[in-house]
């Protein structure tokens, strides 16, 4: 007779840097310590879901493209100074791991930046940062901010989830139908759109007063991945398309065609105020199930 499953946590060296590998009943994670940066997930019987560049390596001081980057404590390009790094200040940083722990329920690793860890020329705030990857019949990735400071403080943020997709042709949105949405492409009022999204072209969109589930139906690999949330009343929906590739230099021959960014946020309208002392987390929960 077995017995129930068992979790279990290794660190291992992947892509030339320093990795986490949880694995639980069947379904294993990587993630590297350089961002707190899920690289891999799979999930028993559906294979890998995450997208993960060709290129991905680690160490070379730029955020590996792929897997799931966290965008914090701000969302897209700095709010007042184009200058700051795109997608805030830790997707290239190492994480100290915090916490790890494994047993019946599964496997979790948690990163904590303190709020002397973050300050520094591009961030006048006292504020910490915890990200946990939990891997059980889900992958769960939660990031809680703390507000230390004596000031009001406002953040967007996003969990980017590249998701692996057979081909962009076959796959459909839901979720997201007659959603009002930010066109980054096109700004200017908001849009809605009422079919399941079905992507032809570039697509950089913040959907808003978003709080429930994204599905993404890919029917020739007979799966779908949905993206449960918490905490977020937004989703970013991204694909490069050909020419924003090329630029990019980092997607891979086609690559743009066997992912989406699903990414579950707090952007546009829903940028987060917290008063001092308080607290908000930020969670997503991706699982694949068969068609
Ligand atoms: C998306 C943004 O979240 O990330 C896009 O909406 C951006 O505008 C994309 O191009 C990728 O960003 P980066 O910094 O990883 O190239």
Not at 7 to 26: C, K, M, N, Q, T
Not at 191 to 207: A, C, L, M, N, S
Request: aromatic residues 6%.
């Amino acid at each position: 007779m077995t017995g129930p499953a068992a979790g279990s946590i290794a660190f291992e060296e992947r892509y030339g840097g320093p990795a986490a590998v949880l694995a639980y009943d069947g379904a294993r994670a990587v993630v590297a310590l350089q961002g707190a940066q899920v690289l891999s997930y799979e999930q028993p019987g559906l294979g890998e879901l995450l997208w993960l560049s060709p290129m991905a390596a680690l160490g070379t001081g730029k955020a590996v493209r792929g897997g799931i980057p966290v965008c914090w404590p701000w969302f897209g390009p700095h709010p007042q100074d184009g200058s700051h790094p795109a997608h805030g200040l830790v997707r290239a940083r190492p994480w100290p791991v915090s916490a790890t722990r494994a047993d019946t329920k599964g496997a979790r690793i948690s990163f904590a930046l303190t709020a002397g860890d973050l300050a520094g020329p591009f961030w006048p705030h006292t504020a910490s940062v915890t990200l946990d990857v939990e891997l059980s019949n889900a992958l769960t990735v939660s990031i809680t901010t703390r507000n230390e400071g004596t000031a009001p403080l406002t953040l967007t943020q996003a969990l980017h989830t590249y998701l692996r997709i057979s081909d962009i042709d076959g796959v459909r949105v839901a979720g997201l139908e007659d959603v009002p949405f930010i066109d980054q492409l096109d700004p200017g009022e908001l849009k809605r759109e009422q079919p399941r999204v079905h992507i032809t072209r570039e697509v950089d969109r913040i959907y808003q007063d978003q709080p429930g589930r994204v599905t993404l139906i890919d029917l020739p690999a007979a799966r779908r991945i949905t993206i449960a949330k918490t905490g977020s009343t937004s989703s970013v929906l991204w694909n490069p398309w050909i020419e924003k590739s090329a630029r990019l230099g980092d997607m891979g021959e086609n690559g743009y065609r066997r992912m989406v960014c699903i990414e579950t946020a707090n952007a546009g309208h829903d940028a987060v105020t917290l008063r001092p002392g308080a607290r908000h987390t930020l969670v997503a929960r991706i699982s694949g199930e068969r068609l």
